[in-house]
Structures are given as C-alpha cells and as structure tokens.
C-alpha cells in the first residue's frame, strides 16, 4: 500500500522537477526556443533572467543544490513581478491574473518552498547526503 | 522562535494562501465580474462550472478548510483543463506547455496534488478543526 507520507514526497518532487523543467524552458525561450525567433539582447537584464532560469530550473527539477538555486529563483520571481507586471498599478492590474505576472507569483512561492524545505527524494542532493556532505 | 521547521511550514501556507486566492480569483472573474476584462460565460455551461469550483476552491484551499478534497478537485479540474482546452492530444510543439498556453493549469494541477496529499498545515482553518 501506499502511506500518506511516502505519496507526499512523491507528489512534492512531482511539483519540485515540473515547477523545474517549466522553469528552464522559460529560460531557454529568451535564447530562441518557442519565441518566433525573437532572442534577448545579450547582456541585457532579460538576457541574464534567461540564464537564471534556465540554470536555475534545471538545477531545481535535479534536485541538485535545490536550496540555494530556487531561493534566487523565488527573488528573480518577486523582481519581475513587481517589474514587469505590477509595475506598482492601484486598479485592474492589481491583479496577477489580469497583469500577465500570475506564473511569476506561483512560481516564486513555489521556489520559496523549496528553498525552505530542500530537494526531497529523487534528487541529485539527496546522493550528496548519502555521502556525507552537508547542505 | 522562527527554525527550520517552522519557515518551511509558513512557506508551505504562504503558497496555499497565495495559489488558492488567485485560483479564487480566476473564478471571480467568470462569475462575478470582478476586475473582469472580458463577459463571463452563461449559466450551466461547462466554463460556468468551472468558474464555480475555481471560486469555491481556490476559497477553500486559500482558508484552509476541507483543504483535502478541494485540492484535489481543483488538481482535477486544471487536469481536464489542460487536456481539453491547451493540449488537445496533439503532437508536435504543442505538446509544451510553453507552447500550448497550459502552463498555469500545469504548475496549478501539481500544487494542488501535493496539497491534496500534504494536507493544509498551519494559517488554516483545518488546523484550528483539529486537522480534519
């Protein structure tokens, strides 16, 4: 039988490599992928949150240091946020799901509970434990 | 004070507050127009209901209470979502959901699983009922 706890991890890594692998994709699109062929300026602020992302996710979809990766994911999250679709608006834009930053706002509460709570089972920091070293 | 455990249970509440409201949200503005940009759909339909579980969900899960089962069901309904309305079964890029527009209902689909599994935790009205 399945116990209630083993399917919890199971379901948290579920979200921890989805959240992870939508993530790197996002990155990937600002260097070509699904854009139409539209890229980021290299060097530009998009074009740095491409590679925080696209590193970023897939560090947090292998579980490999988890914490740290998604903690600067969940603040590059709260930065385009307020940034991109906010933008500080008192009125229709208030909120997320009219001013386009809905996946941001998921996405960076999502990161900050994997900062907190780590990588959990079928991750690559879970074989690090395994070998003694520390988080 | 604040350790380890406790952080991780307040991020924990802090996205089933936040990914429950907004859910909420979504419904609010099928049924009841709120900050609406576009007319709601008409009673009975399928959107209609679903407008109904979003509203009535999201609430639930964003207050803690029957956390549970409203978590599933929400995961259930951005499940058909995805499949029916973003996906479609076909092949090619669209299976992305970078590309087919489904990624919210994806990343909610998987919120809500792991809540419907984890339970609602702490800031929530299950917990104050004893963790029904």
């Not at chain 2, 089962?69 to 995805?82: D, E, H, I, R, S």
Request: positive net charge; charged residues 10%; contains cysteine.
């Amino acid at each position: 039988m399945v116990d209630r706890a083993r399917l919890e991890s199971s379901l948290y890594a579920a979200l921890r490599i989805v959240a992870g692998v939508l993530f790197a994709f996002h990155g990937a699109q600002k260097f070509g992928l699904f854009s139409g062929g539209w890229t980021a300026d290299v060097g530009s602020q998009l074009w740095v949150g491409g590679w925080i992302e696209l590193v970023g996710g897939a560090l947090i979809a292998l579980g490999l240091f988890a914490r740290p990766a998604a903690f600067l994911c969940a603040g590059q999250m709260a930065v385009a946020y307020i940034q991109f679709h906010w933008k500080l608006h008192i009125d229709r834009d208030l909120l997320p799901t009219n001013n386009g930053g809905e996946p941001a706002v998921l996405f960076c509460f999502i990161f900050l509970l994997i900062a907190a709570r780590g990588a959990g089972i079928l991750s690559l920091d879970r074989l690090r434990y395994r070998n003694g070293s520390a988080t | 004070m604040l350790d380890r455990g406790r952080i991780e249970s307040l991020t924990h509440a802090l996205l089933r507050i936040i990914a429950g409201a907004m859910f909420a949200a979504h419904g609010a503005q099928k049924l009841l127009g709120f900050l609406a940009t576009h007319a709601g759909p008409a009673p009975w339909t399928q959107m209609w209901i679903g407008g109904w579980i979003e509203l009535v969900g999201g609430l639930l899960i964003a207050a803690g209470l029957f956390t549970r089962p409203a978590a599933f069901l929400c995961a259930g309904q951005m499940a058909v979502a995805y499949f029916q309305f973003h996906w479609k079964l076909q092949m090619g890029s669209a299976l992305f959901p970078l590309a087919n527009g489904g990624e919210l209902a994806v990343v909610y689909c998987f919120v809500f699983l792991m809540f419907a599994a984890r339970g609602p935790g702490i800031l929530s009205l299950d917990h104050l009922r004893g963790r029904a």
